[in-house]
């Protein structure tokens, strides 16, 4: 969530996100990125909560998107010890 001014007109509260899986190189080593919290004990990599994914980042796969402060971003990996590397930019008043 947003310390700066939170949610509102789209556009105006936000920030743009980087994110990339700096994993160690494997074949299974994923990141999922999602929206909403799935429901207790489902992983956002798990078959029942695919509806709150957005994407899956391989090993040195990247995203940069712009994002409004009206939800928040839920990250899960496939394995244990997985590492994800983040910038947030804010959006100035």
């Given at each position: 969530?947003?310390?700066?001014?939170?949610?509102?007109?789209?556009?105006?509260?936000?920030?743009?996100?980087?994110?990339?899986?700096?994993?160690?190189?494997?074949?299974?080593?994923?990141?999922?990125?999602?929206v909403a919290v799935a429901s207790a004990g489902?992983?956002?990599?798990?078959?029942?909560?695919?509806?709150?994914?957005?994407?899956?980042?391989?090993?040195?796969?990247?995203?940069?998107?712009?994002?409004?402060?009206?939800?928040?971003?839920?990250?899960?990996?496939?394995?244990?010890g997985q590492l994800l590397e983040y910038w947030?930019?804010?959006?100035?008043?």
């Amino acid at each position: 969530s947003a310390t700066n001014g939170g949610p509102g007109v789209g556009g105006t509260a936000g920030a743009f996100l980087y994110i990339k899986n700096v994993s160690a190189a494997s074949t299974t080593n994923f990141i999922y990125v999602g929206v909403a919290v799935a429901s207790a004990g489902d992983l956002i990599g798990s078959p029942g909560a695919v509806a709150d994914r957005l994407m899956t980042l391989k090993v040195g796969e990247f995203a940069f998107l712009p994002i409004d402060y009206n939800y928040d971003i839920n990250v899960d990996a496939s394995a244990a010890g997985q590492l994800l590397e983040y910038w947030l930019f804010d959006r100035g008043a």
